[in-house]
C-alpha cells in the first residue's frame, strides 16, 4: 500500500508541471485577449483542484470583486483636482495656446552601418539625455514664459520622479566638487572653483543644467543653512556691541547710495526713479560669499566681521522693504499705498520678534533638552529637529512677507542663548557647508561668461565705481561710529560686491518696467562680475593694511583695543 502515496504525489506534480505549460502557452499566445487568459487560468486550476461547474465562477467573482472596490469613477483624492475642462468653466484659469517641448533630441545627422547599427557620434559620450527616458516637458506661453511640467495626469498615486532635477542636481554637486578641489590646490579661495564651476555649467557655458528653477529652489536652502549657522555664533552680547553701527550704519548706508545715485541720475538726464532704484541695487552686498569668506578664514568671531555679519543681517531685514517700494518707483501704486507697506512690514517684524523672543525664553531650551533626552544613543533625532526648527521659523518668516533668510538667522538666535549652541552647530555645520556649495554654484549659473567677455571693458568700469564708492561709503560710516580706520578699511572692502539678492531686485525691476534694455542688461552684467571679482577682492585686503600701514593712515597695531573688546564681551 506504500506506493499508492507516491502515485498521488507524481500525479500532483504532473498536474502542476501541466498547469505550468498551459499557463505559458496561453501568455505566450498573441492572438487571445487578456480577459481570456484570466479566465483560462482560473478555470484550468478550478478543474484540476476540485469539481466545479466549469464557468470560471471564483475568477468572475473576483473580478466583480475589484470592479465594485476600484470602480472606473474612482480617482485618489486630490488626483482630479485640476482637471482641464472644470477648471476652465470654472473660470479659474484662462485658457491660451502654448507650445510643448519635450527634451527628446532629434538627430538628423544620425547614420547607420551596413549591419543596421547606429554609427557611433562623438557628442553622445558627453549627451545627458536618455533615448527611453521618461524625462520632463517644458512648455511655452506666448510671453516666452516657460513651465516645466512636473506632475503628469495619473488615476492612481504613484511615485513621480523627477529624472531631470536628479541629473542637473549631479551634474552640479559634481561640478563644484571639482572646482572647489581645483581653486584649494592653487591656493585660492573655494567660494571662485564653486562660482566658475556654475557659470560653466550653465546656459552661459556649456548648458549641462537646462531647467535652472528646479536647481535653483534646492539650492535655496544654502543661505538658509548658512545664516542659521551665523545665528548660532552671534549671541545678543554681540549684537549688542555691533547693533548702533549694524543697524544705524546699514540704514545710513542704504540712504546714502540712493541719494548719490538718484542726483547721479538726475544730472545725466535719467529718470529720478531709475536712480533711486540702482542705489537700493548697489546697497545689496552678498551675504553667502562674504561668510563663507569669515568663516573660512576664522574671521567671523572678529570685530570687522561681527560688524560685517551684523550690517548683512539688517540688509536681510530691509530687502522686504525695498520690494515694497519697487510698486511706487515704477508708477504701479502711489506713495501713501507705498509707505503703508513698509509700514506694515515693519509692524510685522516687530511683532515676529516679539513672539521669537518670548519663545526662546520659555519653550526653545525644553524642546533642545527633550532632544537632547531623546538622542542619547544616536544625534539623528537631535540634528532633525534642528534643521526642522529652522526651516519652520524661516516659513513662518518668509509667509509674513519678512524673508526666508530673517528667520533663519533668528532661529539660530534663539538657541544660541542656550547651553546646546556649540552641539547644534556641530550637527548643522556639514548640512550647511553642503548646500552652501550648492548655493553658490546655482549663483555662478547665473553669470554668462561669454557675455562678460564680451562686454568686460565697460563691465570692469563699473565694477571698479561700485567697490569705491561702496568701499567709501561703508568705510566712513563704519569711522563715524568710533571704530578704527583699520577695522573701517576692512568692513568697507567685505561689502563692495553686490550680492545675488539684486538679481532677484533686477528681475521685479524689470517685469514693471522700471528698467529695461541697456540698463538692465549693465546692471546684470556688473552684479555678475562683482560676484566673480569679490573672492580677488578679499584676498587683497592683507596687501591693504599694508599700503595703509605705509601711507601712515594707522599703525599696525591700531584697532586692538576694539578687537580686545568684543574678545573680552565673546569670553564673558
Not at 558627453?126 to 506661453?141: A, G, P
Request: glycine letters at 8%.
Amino acid at each position: 500500500m506504500g506506493w499508492i502515496p507516491a502515485t498521488r504525489k507524481d500525479c500532483g506534480v504532473l498536474i502542476f508541471i501541466s498547469l505550468i505549460i498551459s499557463l505559458c502557452l496561453d501568455v505566450t499566445h498573441s492572438a487571445r485577449s487578456k480577459q481570456d487568459i484570466r479566465e483560462r487560468f482560473y478555470g484550468n486550476l478550478i478543474n484540476t483542484s476540485a469539481a466545479g461547474d466549469g464557468d470560471g465562477s471564483i475568477a468572475k467573482m473576483f473580478d466583480r470583486v475589484l470592479e465594485k472596490e476600484f470602480s472606473e469613477n474612482d480617482s485618489p483624492e486630490g488626483a482630479g483636482e485640476s482637471s482641464f475642462n472644470s477648471t476652465v468653466a470654472d473660470k479659474q484659469a484662462e485658457l491660451e495656446t502654448v507650445a510643448k517641448i519635450t527634451h527628446e533630441k532629434t538627430k538628423m545627422n544620425d547614420t547607420k552601418e551596413a549591419n543596421g547599427t547606429k554609427a557611433f557620434q562623438f557628442q553622445d559620450v558627453f549627451s545627458l539625455e536618455k533615448e527611453d527616458s521618461d524625462d520632463m516637458t517644458t512648455l511655452i506661453d506666448k510671453k516666452d514664459n516657460v513651465f516645466v511640467m512636473s506632475n503628469k495626469k495619473s488615476k492612481y498615486p504613484v511615485l513621480q520622479v523627477d529624472f531631470r532635477l536628479i541629473s542637473d542636481l549631479v551634474v552640479v554637486i559634481v561640478s563644484a566638487a571639482i572646482g572647489g578641489i581645483i581653486f584649494s590646490c592653487l591656493g585660492q579661495p573655494v567660494i571662485v572653483g564653486y562660482l566658475l564651476a556654475g557659470s560653466i555649467i550653465g546656459p552661459g557655458g556649456l548648458k549641462f543644467i537646462s531647467e535652472m528653477v528646479q536647481v535653483e529652489t534646492v539650492a535655496q536652502f544654502g543661505v538658509v543653512f548658512l545664516l542659521f549657522a551665523l545665528g548660532l555664533e552671534f549671541s545678543l552680547s554681540k549684537l549688542k556691541v555691533v547693533g548702533p553701527v549694524a543697524v544705524l550704519g546699514g540704514l545710513l548706508q542704504i540712504v546714502i547710495l540712493i541719494f548719490l545715485s538718484g542726483i547721479t541720475a538726475v544730472l545725466c538726464g535719467a529718470r529720478l526713479s531709475e536712480g533711486v532704484f540702482v542705489g537700493c541695487f548697489m546697497s545689496m552686498s552678498s551675504t553667502a560669499v562674504v561668510v563663507k569668506f569669515l568663516v573660512e578664514r576664522n574671521s567671523n568671531n572678529a570685530l570687522h566681521g561681527q560688524v560685517t555679519i551684523g550690517t548683512l543681517i539688517f540688509q536681510d531685514c530691509a530687502v522686504g522693504l525695498l520690494f515694497a517700494l519697487l510698486p511706487v518707483l515704477g508708477g504701479n501704486s502711489g506713495i501713501l499705498r507705498g509707505m503703508l507697506s513698509m509700514g506694515k512690514l515693519l509692524l510685522t517684524l516687530s511683532i515676529y520678534l516679539a513672539v521669537a523672543s518670548v519663545l526662546t525664553w520659555l519653550f526653545v531650551p525644553r524642546l533642545l533638552k527633550l532632544m537632547m533626552q531623546l538622542s542619547s544613543q544616536t544625534n539623528e533625532l537631535y540634528q532633525l529637529a534642528a534643521v526642522a526648527f529652522c526651516l519652520m521659523s524661516a516659513w513662518c518668516s518668509d509667509k509674513l512677507g519678512l524673508s526666508l533668510e530673517l528667520g533663519s538667522f533668528v532661529a539660530g538666535v534663539m538657541i544660541s542663548t542656550t547651553e546646546f549652541a556649540q552641539h547644534t552647530l556641530d550637527q548643522v555645520e556639514p548640512i550647511r557647508n553642503f548646500f552652501a556649495a550648492l548655493f553658490l554654484s546655482s549663483i555662478g549659473m547665473l553669470i554668462h561668461v561669454h557675455f562678460l567677455w564680451t562686454h568686460v571693458d565697460i563691465l570692469l568700469a563699473s565694477v571698479i565705481v561700485v567697490v569705491v564708492v561702496k568701499t567709501t561709503v561703508a568705510a566712513v560710516i563704519t569711522k563715524a561710529f568710533g571704530y578704527s580706520i583699520r577695522t573701517s578699511l576692512i568692513v568697507g572692502v567685505l561689502l563692495a560686491q553686490i550680492g545675488e539678492f539684486a538679481f532677484v531686485l533686477l528681475g521685479r525691476a524689470s517685469n514693471i518696467h522700471l528698467i529695461e534694455g541697456k540698463m538692465y542688461l549693465l546692471l546684470l552684467g556688473t552684479t555678475a562680475l562683482s560676484l566673480v571679482t569679490t573672492p580677488v577682492l578679499f584676498k587683497l585686503i592683507p596687501a591693504l593694511m599694508h599700503l595703509g600701514v605705509f601711507m601712515r593712515w594707522f599703525s599696525s597695531d591700531t584697532g586692538t583695543n576694539n578687537e580686545e573688546k568684543i574678545s573680552i564681551v565673546r569670553n564673558g
